[in-house]
Structure formats: structure tokens, C-alpha cells
């Protein structure tokens, strides 16, 4: 039985949410969805969640038909919050400051544009075989295998006026980012020679981001 404790709704809606047959959660009275609230919803396709400012651990956990979620004001997307979700194309986080591990890793996604995320943790994205960008433009700190596996991906933009901090021995992005490949990573201009001489960075290609 789903944990309805952070998911008021209608009486119809929870009755939908309890028996599994819910299609569609719009409610802007949710402040947060519980852990694992909503998982194994297996008729799930819509969800918007307009004043929702956190979305709990396994929250959306393997729900196959759930094809867009919109979280305007989420501020934290907990750990497989989102995860193996194969039919999610889109998503909107415009106020998430922290992806947590594997939150979205499985998921449709084509993009992943996070303007106030800071943190990216690992295997958050990984095996979004159809994500083709990721837009950061403050993250300071991504995880291990972040984007592993994820074969589409030509473009990653991180906009932090630092390095940002990747975890020793760790490869957040997949080998098409490796020099020579078809993938680029674009930080701020006065970076560029920063981001070739770090570590841990000096083996993707870099550029400068544009404009």
C-alpha cells in the first residue's frame, strides 16, 4: 500500500493512489511526496506538483508509464526518486538545487536543464539513453558515473564560476566525452585552461561555453 501520508488530494485521489489505479496527480496543496509514496504506480502518466519542495527517496520508483512530472519549486529530488521511470521524457526542476544518487537514472529524459542545482550525485542520470544535453549552470560538484551510460549525450554545460569538484577515481560522464570523442563538456571561458590542467577533468574534451 503507497504511504499517502505527504499526498493529500481528494478522497477519489487517494482511493486511486491506495487501490494503484491513479493516471493523473495535479494538486497544489503537496508541499513534499513521502518516501515511496507513489512507487509501482503502474498507471501513472502525469504528475503536477506545483508547490512541491522535495520528492522523497524511491518516490516515483518504477512507475512505466509516467511520462511527465512537473516540480517547479522542488528543491531536492532524493535518491531514486525518479528511478527506472522508462517512460519520463520530461521534467521540470527549474528550482532543484541537489539531484540525489540515481534519482533519475533509467528515465526518457531528451534534456536536463537544473539552473539552481549545485550537486549532481552519482548514477543520477546514468542510463538516460536518450538524454542528448545537460545544462548546469551552477553545479559545483558531480558524482561518480553520473552519466554513465548514457549514449546520446554530446553536450554538458556547467556554468560554475569554479571547477567543478568531481570525485577522485570517479568518471561521471561516458567515454564519448574522452578526447578525440563526439562528446564536449563547455565551461566558462576563463576556466578552460583550469578544467584541461585538472586531474580528474584533462582527459574530456573542453570548450568554452558560447555567447
Same mark, same amino acid.
Given at each position: 500500500? *503507497?504511504?499517502?501520508?505527504?499526498?493529500?488530494?481528494?478522497?477519489?485521489?487517494?482511493?486511486?493512489?491506495?487501490?494503484?489505479?491513479?493516471?493523473?496527480?495535479?494538486?497544489? @496543496?503537496?508541499?513534499?511526496?513521502?518516501?515511496?509514496?507513489?512507487?509501482?504506480?503502474?498507471?501513472?502518466?502525469?504528475?503536477?506538483?506545483?508547490?512541491?519542495?522535495?520528492?522523497? @527517496?524511491? *518516490?516515483?520508483?518504477?512507475? &512505466?508509464?509516467?511520462?511527465?512530472?512537473?516540480?517547479?519549486?522542488?528543491?531536492?529530488?532524493?535518491?531514486? *526518486?525518479?528511478?527506472?521511470? +522508462?517512460?519520463? +521524457?520530461?521534467?521540470?526542476?527549474?528550482?532543484?538545487?541537489?539531484?540525489?544518487?540515481?534519482?533519475?537514472?533509467?528515465?526518457?529524459?531528451?534534456?536536463?536543464?537544473?539552473?539552481?542545482?549545485?550537486?549532481?550525485?552519482?548514477?543520477?542520470?546514468?542510463?538516460?539513453?536518450?538524454?542528448?544535453?545537460?545544462?548546469?549552470?551552477?553545479?559545483?560538484?558531480?558524482? &561518480?558515473? +553520473?552519466?554513465?551510460?548514457?549514449? @546520446?549525450?554530446?553536450?554538458?554545460?556547467?556554468?560554475?564560476?569554479?571547477?567543478?569538484?568531481?570525485?577522485?577515481?570517479?568518471?561521471?560522464?561516458?567515454?564519448?566525452?574522452?578526447?578525440?570523442? +563526439?562528446?564536449?563538456?563547455?565551461?566558462?571561458?576563463?576556466?578552460?585552461?583550469?578544467?584541461?590542467?585538472?586531474?580528474?577533468?584533462?582527459?574530456?574534451?573542453? *570548450?568554452?561555453?558560447?555567447?
Amino acid at each position: 500500500m *503507497a504511504n499517502t501520508r505527504d499526498v493529500m488530494g481528494d478522497q477519489a485521489c487517494l482511493e486511486a493512489i491506495v487501490s494503484g489505479t491513479l493516471t493523473s496527480l495535479v494538486d497544489d @496543496e503537496v508541499y513534499s511526496v513521502a518516501p515511496s509514496a507513489l512507487q509501482y504506480m503502474s498507471h501513472l502518466e502525469h504528475v503536477s506538483l506545483p508547490n512541491c519542495e522535495s520528492v522523497g @527517496e524511491w *518516490a516515483f520508483t518504477d512507475c &512505466p508509464r509516467l511520462t511527465t512530472a512537473l516540480l517547479p519549486e522542488c528543491k531536492t529530488l532524493n535518491t531514486y *526518486a525518479f528511478y527506472n521511470d +522508462a517512460a519520463l +521524457a520530461t521534467i521540470s526542476l527549474q528550482k532543484c538545487e541537489i539531484v540525489y544518487s540515481h534519482a533519475l537514472e533509467g528515465t526518457a529524459l531528451t534534456e536536463a536543464t537544473l539552473p539552481e542545482c549545485t550537486s549532481v550525485g552519482g548514477y543520477a542520470f546514468r542510463s538516460c539513453q536518450n538524454l542528448a544535453t545537460a545544462t548546469l549552470p551552477k553545479c559545483a560538484h558531480i558524482g &561518480p558515473g +553520473a552519466f554513465q551510460s548514457c549514449g @546520446e549525450l554530446t553536450s554538458v554545460i556547467i556554468g560554475a564560476s569554479s571547477v567543478c569538484h568531481v570525485d577522485t577515481g570517479s568518471y561521471p560522464l561516458p567515454t564519448q566525452f574522452d578526447e578525440g570523442g +563526439a562528446g564536449t563538456v563547455y565551461v566558462p571561458a576563463d576556466l578552460v585552461a583550469s578544467y584541461k590542467a585538472d586531474a580528474l577533468w584533462k582527459d574530456y574534451n573542453i *570548450a568554452a561555453i558560447e555567447g
